[in-house]
C-alpha cells in the first residue's frame, strides 16, 4: 500500500534518479520513466495519435465490434463548448460562484485552505460540466468527486466491506445521474445546456449511453482533482511571496473589470505570469501513469507494447537541464527572453501533450486568475506562520496543516 510517507519518497527518488540517470530509466521491470521533455512529446505524440472508442459492454454483450469513434471528435465537441463558453459573462458567473464558496467561511477560524481551494474550484466548475442539476442531483455528483479527492490527497485506501460499498454507492449513483440527464435531454423532457456534456445527447445514437457516460465521467474527474489542487498551490504562493501579492492587488485593483473579465491574460500580464509560475513550480498531477500501445525506441530504452511508463511535468519543471534555479519561484522567467526562462517549449507542460493535452487549459488558467482577483481585490487571506509551511506530495502537491482566516476587504 502507498502511504503519504511513501508518496513523498517516491516522487524524491524519482527526481533524484532522473538527475543522475539522464531523464528517462526503468523505475523497475515493466515501467519506464519518460522524465526527458522531447522523449515525453514524442511518446505521447505516438501513442495515442490513433485512439478511438469502442463500446466495452456492447463489444461483450453482443460478441462484435461496436463502430468505434475517434477520440479527436470527442475533444473537438470539449473544445467548441468551451470556446462557447470563454465569454466575460459566463466568467463573471464563474467568480460569483467562487464568491459563494469563500463567503461560507468568511471569518472563521482556521479554515481549513486545501480543502477551500478544492470546493471553490469544483463548486465554480461543476455547471460548466454538467448544468441544469437538481440540488440532489448537484449533491450526488459532488459527494462522488469528494469521495474520490479525499482518497488522493490523504492517500486513504475504502476501508472495510460497508466502507467499499459506500464508494461504490455513490460512485453509481452518481453515474445514474448523469445517464438520467443525458436521456431526459435526448428525449426532450429536460432543456439542453450550453456544458460539456450536451454535446454528447447528438452523438447518443453514435455513442452509446455507457460511451457517452465515460466521456462525461471523463471531464468530470479533470474538474475534480487538478483544478483544485491547483488553487490551493495559488493561495500557498499569495501567503508565501507578499511582494508579488502586491503587484498583483495593484495590477488586479487597477484593471478595467469588463476588460479583465473578458480577457484576463490579456488584461493582468503580471498576474499571468503568476499563475503560469505556480503552475511550473507546483503543477498537479504530479505523475502521470500511461500503458505503451505500440512499441517505441526511446533511444535510451525501448518499450514494447502493453509495458507501463511514467510521464510528469512537474519534474520536467524542476530538472535544472530544462530550467535555471528551478527551485526557485519567480514568475519573472516567463517574461520574453528572460535568461532563466524555459529551455524550449517542451520544458512547460503544465497542461501535458498533444494529442491528450488538456482541453480545459484556458479555462484553468482563467479560474486561477480569477481566484487572485479574489484574493486581492475583495478579500484578505492570513495564515499563521507561512514560512513554516510544507508541501507533501499526494497525486499533486499538498501544502500541509495550510489553515488561515479570510476577511473581506
Ligand atoms: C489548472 C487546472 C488544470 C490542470 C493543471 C490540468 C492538467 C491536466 C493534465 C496534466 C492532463 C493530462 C494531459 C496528458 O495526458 O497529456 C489533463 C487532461 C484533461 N483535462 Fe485538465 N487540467 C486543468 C483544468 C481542467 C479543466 C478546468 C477542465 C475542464 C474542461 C479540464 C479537462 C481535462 C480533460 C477533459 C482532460 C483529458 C483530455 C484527453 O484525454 O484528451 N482540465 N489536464
Redesign the pocket.
Known amino acids: 500500500m502507498t502511504t503519504p510517507h511513501h508518496a513523498t519518497d517516491f516522487l524524491h527518488d524519482l527526481r533524484r534518479r532522473s538527475a543522475t540517470e539522464g531523464g528517462v530509466f526503468w523505475v523497475d521491470d515493466g515501467l519506464l520513466a519518460v522524465f526527458e521533455p522531447h522523449a515525453a512529446r514524442k511518446v505521447?505524440g505516438a501513442n495515442w495519435s490513433d485512439l478511438v472508442m469502442h463500446d466495452r459492454l456492447t463489444d461483450l454483450l453482443r460478441r462484435r465490434s461496436s463502430t468505434p469513434v475517434r477520440?479527436t471528435r470527442v475533444?473537438g465537441a470539449?473544445l467548441t463548448q468551451?470556446h462557447r463558453l470563454a465569454t466575460a459573462e459566463h466568467n463573471v458567473r464563474m467568480l460569483e460562484r467562487m464568491e459563494l464558496t469563500v463567503g461560507e467561511v468568511l471569518g472563521e477560524d482556521d479554515v481549513d485552505l486545501v480543502m477551500l481551494a478544492q470546493e471553490v474550484a469544483v463548486r465554480s466548475?461543476l455547471p460548466l460540466?454538467l448544468s441544469g442539476l437538481t440540488d440532489r442531483e448537484a449533491a450526488v455528483v459532488h459527494e462522488d468527486l469528494h469521495q474520490k479527492l479525499v482518497r488522493l490527497i490523504a492517500l486513504e485506501p475504502v476501508r472495510g466491506p460497508w466502507g467499499r460499498l459506500l464508494f461504490t454507492t455513490v460512485q453509481v449513483r452518481a453515474g445514474l445521474v448523469v445517464r438520467r440527464v443525458l436521456r431526459q435531454r435526448a428525449s426532450g423532457r429536460r432543456p439542453r445546456e450550453l456544458d460539456?456534456a450536451d454535446p454528447f445527447v447528438d452523438l447518443l445514437p453514435e455513442l452509446g449511453m455507457d460511451r457517452a457516460l465515460d466521456v462525461v465521467t471523463?471531464?468530470l474527474t479533470?474538474?475534480g482533482g487538478?483544478?483544485g489542487a491547483?488553487a490551493a498551490s495559488v493561495l500557498y504562493e499569495l501567503v508565501r511571496q507578499p511582494e508579488w501579492t502586491e503587484r498583483l492587488t495593484e495590477e488586479l485593483a487597477g484593471a478595467d473589470p469588463e476588460r479583465f473579465f473578458a480577457s484576463p491574460t490579456r488584461t493582468a500580464p503580471v498576474t499571468h505570469r503568476f499563475v503560469k509560475e505556480v503552475?511550473r513550480m507546483w503543477?498537479?498531477?504530479l505523475v502521470?501513469m500511461r500503458q505503451a500501445r505500440q512499441a517505441f525506441d526511446l533511444g535510451p530504452a525501448t518499450l514494447k507494447e502493453g509495458q507501463g511508463y511514467l510521464l510528469s511535468?512537474h519534474l520536467i519543471h524542476r530538472d535544472g537541464r530544462n530550467w535555471q534555479q528551478p527551485d526557485t519561484f519567480d514568475p519573472d522567467r516567463f517574461l520574453p527572453d528572460a535568461p532563466h526562462g524555459p529551455a524550449d517549449k517542451a520544458s512547460y507542460v503544465?497542461?501535458?501533450?498533444a494529442p491528450?493535452?488538456?482541453?480545459?487549459?484556458d479555462?484553468?488558467?482563467t479560474?486561477?486568475m480569477l481566484l487572485c482577483y479574489l484574493m486581492t481585490t475583495r478579500y484578505h487571506l492570513t495564515v499563521p506562520d507561512p514560512d513554516a509551511l510544507t508541501v507533501a506530495y499526494r497525486f499533486a502537491p499538498v501544502p500541509q496543516a495550510f489553515r488561515g482566516t479570510l476577511a473581506q476587504r
Open positions: 505521447s477520440w475533444r470539449w468551451l466548475l460540466a460539456l471523463a471531464v479533470a474538474i487538478p483544478p491547483a503552475l503543477s498537479p498531477p502521470l511535468p503544465p497542461f501535458g501533450w491528450k493535452n488538456c482541453v480545459g487549459a479555462l484553468g488558467t479560474q486561477l
